[in-house]
Nanobody, 121 residues
């Protein structure tokens, strides 16, 4: 069974930093793009950042210059370094990965369970 597990969320003061991690496990043959989404209370889930297997990155405008996504292909992990946190960054952060699992016919998106990030003084 293939799954994604996030970690690293928590409560942080404005201006602080956090590092979120995402680990993929199971019978994985290949991982294409990995990324992070977030969902604030009462709002739709939105894209935060993505990274391809080759290392190309893409960021949503509100997080450019403050968030950095990275990955370790050998370990099937992705990370999101979050700096200069603002109260509006408060949300549940979800990891997503396009993975080709053993026995599958094609790539499909897998989601983690989410990790809460709260920015408050």
């Amino acid at each position: 069974q293939v799954q994604l597990v996030e970690s690293g969320g928590g409560l942080v003061q404005p201006g602080g930093s956090l590092r979120l991690s995402c680990a993929a496990s199971g019978s994985i043959l290949s991982i294409n793009t990995m990324g992070w989404y977030r969902q604030a209370p009462g709002k739709e889930r939105e894209l935060v950042a993505t990274i391809t297997s080759g290392g190309s990155t893409n960021y949503a405008d509100p997080v450019k210059g403050r968030f950095t996504i990275s990955r370790d292909n050998a370990k099937n992990t992705a990370s999101l370094q979050i700096n200069s946190l603002k109260p509006e960054d408060t949300a549940v952060y979800y990891c997503i990965a396009q993975m080709f699992a053993s026995g599958a016919l094609y790539y499909r998106n897998y989601w983690g369970q989410g990790t809460q990030v709260t920015v408050s003084s």
